[in-house]
């Protein structure tokens, strides 16, 4: 019976579930579009006899709505939970939350400037060993057995007998570039050095030092004296007066130290330089004749001349840094301050 067939039908509009588009318009097919279930009862309603078309078509009516009904909710429902969705999703066109950058070591940006600024003068660069035999460390340097020079500088020691150590300072490295390469030789060495020193505000078991080496014929004091002029006015400005002071290292002869005058206008600069304006940077001098004949270049047909310089000393005044302690402690809020640097 017709009237059966809707009541079915009505109960089926009012039970279906509709969880996506597809199911929608599949539904919107056979229920509402003048092709599907409705055009079929049409037919059949006009075969009903007249006195029982009014409540039928009232039957057919129901129907109609409850699926328009249907549509509509479901519809809506549908509508509802794709907004939700593209609220929760990605947002490709959103600016990203910044990384924070690491930064450079003061040490590092110090040094490479430092490299930097010999680089433009033809220096090439040459590493070593931190764990240095005797040889590279004081013989080779022309420190003698027993000599109190070896005391000067107070050693760790890895091993004895033949003695390994923990190197002094990177003039091992002159060694080692002079043996592997022939003059001319223009090369800078960057390196951690250790001394059994106790650790205080002002100084460390383990710092930097930058080596110096040069070695062609005919090299002089006075070409020493230029490099290191060009030095300090490339890295303390233009105009910034130097003067060398007479020193003793047994690998250079005659040996000096370098102060830059850096005055005594602020109070920094007076308590870094005691009052005299000058800060000592470095020591150097003219390769001594031993060191050349221990690599087998001849020193009556080459000179040199060699310097050294610690990196700590000057990073700390670049930065008003007042204890030695925090380039090693990694302590985060202390570096961050360095980034951006190059
Ligand atoms: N190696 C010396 C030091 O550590 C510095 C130096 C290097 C002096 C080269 C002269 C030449 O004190």
Redesign the pocket.
């Known amino acids: 019976m017709l009237q059966d067939k809707i009541n079915a039908l009505i109960e089926e509009v009012n039970h279906i579930e509709i969880r996506d588009a597809e199911s929608l318009e599949s539904f919107r097919l056979r229920f509402i579009s003048r092709k599907g279930e409705m055009s079929s009862l049409f037919e059949e309603f006009k075969q009903v006899p007249s006195e029982a078309k009014r409540e039928l078509g009232q039957l057919m009516n129901a129907l109609k709505q409850a699926a328009e009904e249907k549509l509509k909710s479901s519809s809506k429902a549908l509508d509802r939970e794709r907004d939700a969705l593209a609220a929760s999703a990605i947002d490709v066109t959103l600016p990203s939350t910044s990384e924070t950058l690491g930064s450079l070591h003061p040490i590092s940006i110090v040094r490479n400037e430092i490299v930097r600024i010999f680089e433009r003068i033809g220096f090439n660069l040459s590493e070593g060993p931190e764990i240095e035999s005797d040889w590279y460390n004081f013989t080779a340097l022309n420190f003698a057995e027993n000599h109190p020079a070896r005391e000067m500088q107070d050693t760790f020691f890895v091993a004895r007998h033949p003695d390994t150590v923990l190197r002094t300072?990177t003039?091992p490295v002159q060694i080692r570039a002079m043996e592997k390469q022939s003059p001319p030789i223009r090369t800078l060495s960057v390196g951690r050095v250790y001394r059994n020193e106790t650790i205080s505000a002002r100084s460390h078991c383990m710092f930097h030092?930058i080596?110096g080496l040069y070695v062609d014929k005919n090299v002089s004091f006075a070409d020493l004296k230029q490099t290191l002029l060009h030095f300090a006015e490339a890295f303390f400005g233009k105009g910034t007066k130097i003067r060398l002071r007479p020193s003793y290292?047994p690998?250079?002869e005659p040996?000096a130290e370098m102060d830059v005058y850096l005055g005594t206008d602020t109070p920094s600069n007076y308590q870094l330089t005691k009052g005299t304006g000058w800060l000592e940077v470095l020591?150097?001098?003219m390769v001594h004749p031993n060191v050349l004949k221990n690599v087998n270049i001849d020193p009556e047909v080459y000179s040199g001349f060699?310097?050294?310089l610690g990196l700590e000393r000057i990073t700390m005044r670049r930065y008003g840094i007042k204890d030695i302690r925090n380039l090693t402690e990694n302590d985060a809020r202390f570096l961050r301050q360095f980034a951006g640097a190059i």
Do not use: K, N, Y
Request: hydrophobic share 30%; net charge negative; with cysteine.
């Open positions: 300072h003039s030092q080596e290292f690998f250079t040996s020591g150097c001098g060699a310097f050294g």
